[in-house]
């Protein structure tokens, strides 16, 4: 059974870190782009970052160019989402979701997302 799981979510300060990680099983992740997108309450959800297959193009919305570092192992089945110089607006449930090799505004595996709160 196909699986996406997203871990690391947590409360952070203004101005902290937090690493993401999506683990997948059930398949070889490295047939598929991995994106990472977010909700907060009463927003539509937003593309944050996306990486291609093969890990050598990623992209990032403009909300979090900069400060957001999206990477992948492909061995170890998961992708990561580096998060710096959080913002209370960074506030959401993180999803990841895969569809296969290239990223596009479209995803058909989705994860069950982790909450980040950030607040001081």
């Known amino acids: 059974q196909l699986q996406l799981v997203e871990s690391g979510g947590g409360l952070v300060q203004p101005g902290g870190s937090l690493k993401l990680s999506c683990a997948a099983s059930?398949?070889?992740?490295?047939?598929?782009?991995i994106g990472w997108l977010r909700q907060a309450p009463g927003k539509e959800r937003e593309g944050v970052s996306c990486i291609s297959s093969s890990g050598g193009s990623a992209n990032y919305g403009d909300s979090v160019k900069g400060r957001f570092t999206i990477s992948r192992d492909n061995a170890k089945n998961t992708v990561y989402l580096q998060m710096t110089s959080l913002k209370p607006e960074d506030t959401a449930v993180y999803y990841c979701?895969?569809?296969?090799?290239?990223?596009?505004?479209?995803?058909?595996?989705w994860g069950q997302g982790t909450q980040v709160t950030v607040s001081s």
């Open positions: 059930g398949f070889r992740m490295d047939y598929y782009a």
């Open positions: 979701a895969a569809v296969l090799f290239e990223c596009t505004t479209e995803f058909d595996y």
